[in-house]
């Protein structure tokens, strides 16, 4: 990136100043380069003379002006200008923008891949509903920023695992095969009383009855006991089949689907409890287990296995992270959870550690909640769970692009309004379409070319000198920064907001710039300037999971 090698320039400058006397000799900072907001003042920006200043018992000026003195002459640059307070303001030069044309093209869908992972092993866990009912509109947004995340580090150069737990054990199937049980047995006719805590959506009796329809009364025939798990298993299956349709449907697929049972069945958890046990980080109390989370700078203990001798959901997540840092050892954790969970980041951070994994490796996003509208109509309740708004109606209302978008368009910890009717107008109002439109006209744009027998791949790109051009060229250098940027902060928002500055200016390139004319070598070049916007808006939209339409 070519802020990186700004960085380094002015780096190797201060030093220089330092060696000629210029500067005292003391430790530097990260130079470090930002894009100024106001681009009267350069297209990159060092605040390292300010940062400097105390220290040094220099004025920022007079260190800015120092460093300048030792910074060679670049091809990249323009010129290097000083600016109050202590600013080294950077302009590119023309002629190296022209030459990132091809630079751009060379690279196709790989632009913009960076090595800041340098291949480690990360692990994205997201959605993670209970197989208990459909997903709601909340799940959706856990899963666009998951996946959206995940290829967002992979683009960073980070060997990425994507996952599904699966919550198929523990008090809420037990909730659950009471729920179904019941159902099903009003389904067939009968009189079955509904459990309190039971799962009361619509969804339940539509489910009971198709299991009603299509496989009789089977389910009654062994003891009520056994037939219920049975029932239970079915049910789960079949929610979870859904699930899969439904993330599917929004563009999401994992590497695995990990099942909480599996803890159990292969030892996981008995081994997590051995290693809690041995460590002395569990207490018997009131004929319960507990986590001593006091020892490890917690506020309160926490409950582990309950008096029934069923473990919470939090005893199962401790084995599920030790399975995570200790046995797969991944080197890198991040959980994508509702807000509701809260209060549950700092403990599992806290039994991470004591079961020999790295809480500081273990990062936690918290999405908040979803407000669906039409207009200025809050919708409420969805028409097929009754009492969520499901993703798949949505899903069916707008489609996948606009759903992906908008979620990825506002960071995690921001609540959000979704308008479905926003999401359907074909108008510049709605931003997936504004995006998508631009990357239709830069294929039109070629259609036409092909069409007159244009070659773009002939176009010389040192013909691009209209400030529209360069600043469309300047714009499109900045997605390696911006995929470096939503990788550090784990924030894939900045993808979405990227995608529409360059279509903006894409649209002013071609309002300012005829692109075909009688002028062949200009129109050739400009239609390389498209065909090279063309590739890197598709692989923005590929990189949100947004399709890129030819055509609208």
């Given at each position: 990136?070519?802020?990186?090698?700004?960085?380094?320039?002015?780096?190797?400058?201060?030093?220089?100043?330092?060696?000629?006397?210029?500067?005292?000799?003391?430790?530097?900072?990260?130079?470090?380069?930002?894009?100024?907001?106001?681009?009267?003042?350069?297209?990159?920006?060092?605040?390292?003379?300010?940062?400097?200043?105390?220290?040094?018992?220099?004025?920022?000026?007079?260190?800015?002006?120092?460093?300048?003195?030792?910074?060679?002459?670049?091809?990249?640059?323009?010129?290097?200008?000083?600016?109050?307070?202590?600013?080294?303001?950077?302009?590119?030069?023309?002629?190296?923008?022209?030459?990132?044309?091809?630079?751009?093209?060379?690279?196709?869908?790989?632009?913009?891949?960076?090595?800041?992972?340098?291949?480690?092993?990360?692990?994205?866990?997201?959605?993670?509903?209970?197989?208990?009912?459909?997903?709601?509109?909340?799940?959706?947004?856990?899963?666009?920023?998951?996946?959206?995340?995940?290829?967002?580090?992979?683009?960073?150069?980070?060997?990425?695992?994507?996952?599904?737990?699966?919550?198929?054990?523990?008090?809420?199937?037990?909730?659950?095969?009471?729920?179904?049980?019941?159902?099903?047995?009003?389904?067939?006719?009968?009189?079955?009383?509904?459990?309190?805590?039971?799962?009361?959506?619509?969804?339940?009796?539509?489910?009971?009855?198709?299991?009603?329809?299509?496989?009789?009364?089977?389910?009654?025939?062994?003891?009520?006991?056994?037939?219920?798990?049975?029932?239970?298993?079915?049910?789960?299956?079949?929610?979870?089949?859904?699930?899969?349709?439904?993330?599917?449907?929004?563009?999401?697929?994992?590497?695995?689907?990990?099942?909480?049972?599996?803890?159990?069945?292969?030892?996981?958890?008995?081994?997590?409890?051995?290693?809690?046990?041995?460590?002395?980080?569990?207490?018997?109390?009131?004929?319960?287990?507990?986590?001593?989370?006091?020892?490890?700078?917690?506020?309160?203990?926490?409950?582990?296995?309950?008096?029934?001798?069923?473990?919470?959901?939090?005893?199962?997540?401790?084995?599920?992270?030790?399975?995570?840092?200790?046995?797969?050892?991944?080197?890198?954790?991040?959980?994508?959870?509702?807000?509701?969970?809260?209060?549950?980041?700092?403990?599992?951070?806290?039994?991470?550690?004591?079961?020999?994994?790295?809480?500081?490796?273990?990062?936690?996003?918290?999405?908040?909640?979803?407000?669906?509208?039409?207009?200025?109509?809050?919708?409420?309740?969805?028409?097929?769970?009754?009492?969520?708004?499901?993703?798949?109606?949505?899903?069916?209302?707008?489609?996948?692009?606009?759903?992906?978008?908008?979620?990825?368009?506002?960071?995690?910890?921001?609540?959000?309004?979704?308008?479905?009717?926003?999401?359907?107008?074909?108008?510049?109002?709605?931003?997936?379409?504004?995006?998508?439109?631009?990357?239709?006209?830069?294929?039109?744009?070629?259609?036409?070319?092909?069409?007159?027998?244009?070659?773009?791949?002939?176009?010389?790109?040192?013909?691009?000198?209209?400030?529209?051009?360069?600043?469309?060229?300047?714009?499109?250098?900045?997605?390696?920064?911006?995929?470096?940027?939503a990788a550090l902060n784990l924030e894939p928002h900045h993808l979405p907001h990227f995608a529409q500055e360059l279509a903006t200016t894409l649209h002013a390139f071609y309002e300012r710039c005829r692109v075909i004319s009688d002028d062949v070598p200009l129109s050739q070049a400009r239609l390389k300037l498209v065909a090279t916007t063309q590739q890197v808006l598709a692989r923005t939209l590929t990189l949100m999971g947004v399709g890129a339409p030819d055509r609208m």
């Amino acid at each position: 990136m070519i802020k990186d090698h700004l960085a380094q320039l002015v780096a190797a400058a201060a030093q220089q100043a330092q060696q000629a006397g210029a500067l005292p000799a003391l430790a530097l900072p990260p130079s470090t380069i930002e894009r100024p907001q106001n681009p009267a003042h350069g297209d990159y920006a060092s605040a390292l003379p300010m940062k400097l200043a105390r220290a040094a018992r220099m004025a920022p000026i007079a260190i800015a002006q120092a460093i300048q003195a030792q910074l060679p002459a670049d091809a990249a640059l323009a010129k290097v200008e000083v600016a109050p307070p202590g600013f080294l303001n950077f302009t590119l030069d023309a002629a190296w923008l022209q030459q990132q044309v091809a630079g751009i093209q060379a690279e196709g869908q790989r632009f913009g891949a960076i090595d800041l992972g340098h291949g480690e092993r990360v692990q994205v866990e997201y959605v993670s509903a209970n197989p208990t009912g459909p997903l709601h509109i909340g799940n959706g947004r856990g899963g666009v920023m998951g996946s959206g995340l995940a290829s967002v580090l992979a683009a960073a150069g980070y060997d990425v695992w994507q996952e599904y737990y699966i919550n198929d054990t523990g008090a809420q199937m037990e909730v659950f095969k009471r729920s179904i049980w019941a159902r099903y047995i009003q389904a067939l006719g009968q009189d079955a009383p509904f459990p309190d805590d039971g799962y009361g959506g619509a969804y339940m009796v539509d489910l009971a009855r198709d299991i009603a329809v299509h496989e009789g009364d089977r389910f009654t025939k062994e003891p009520v006991a056994d037939s219920q798990v049975a029932l239970a298993e079915f049910g789960m299956k079949t929610l979870l089949a859904n699930i899969k349709t439904d993330l599917a449907a929004l563009g999401v697929q994992y590497d695995q689907w990990y099942s909480e049972r599996s803890l159990f069945a292969d030892g996981t958890y008995e081994q997590a409890m051995k290693l809690l046990r041995d460590g002395g980080y569990v207490a018997e109390r009131e004929g319960a287990l507990w986590f001593t989370s006091t020892a490890a700078g917690e506020d309160k203990d926490n409950v582990l296995v309950r008096t029934t001798g069923i473990p919470t959901y939090f005893a199962s997540d401790a084995a599920y992270h030790y399975n995570k840092f200790v046995v797969r050892k991944f080197d890198r954790v991040i959980n994508i959870w509702g807000a509701d969970h809260q209060g549950h980041v700092s403990r599992v951070k806290a039994i991470t550690g004591a079961l020999g994994g790295d809480p500081a490796k273990l990062d936690v996003l918290l999405t908040q909640l979803v407000t669906l509208r039409r207009g200025a109509e809050v919708v409420r309740l969805s028409k097929r769970a009754g009492d969520i708004i499901a993703l798949r109606d949505v899903l069916e209302e707008v489609g996948q692009d606009a759903v992906r978008f908008f979620f990825l368009a506002r960071s995690a910890d921001s609540q959000m309004d979704f308008d479905l009717e926003l999401a359907k107008k074909q108008s510049n109002e709605n931003p997936v379409y504004y995006v998508q439109y631009a990357h239709a006209r830069t294929a039109g744009v070629l259609r036409q070319a092909a069409e007159r027998g244009l070659d773009w791949q002939q176009g010389d790109a040192a013909l691009l000198t209209d400030e529209a051009e360069l600043t469309l060229i300047r714009k499109m250098l900045q997605l390696p920064e911006v995929i470096e940027t939503a990788a550090l902060n784990l924030e894939p928002h900045h993808l979405p907001h990227f995608a529409q500055e360059l279509a903006t200016t894409l649209h002013a390139f071609y309002e300012r710039c005829r692109v075909i004319s009688d002028d062949v070598p200009l129109s050739q070049a400009r239609l390389k300037l498209v065909a090279t916007t063309q590739q890197v808006l598709a692989r923005t939209l590929t990189l949100m999971g947004v399709g890129a339409p030819d055509r609208m």
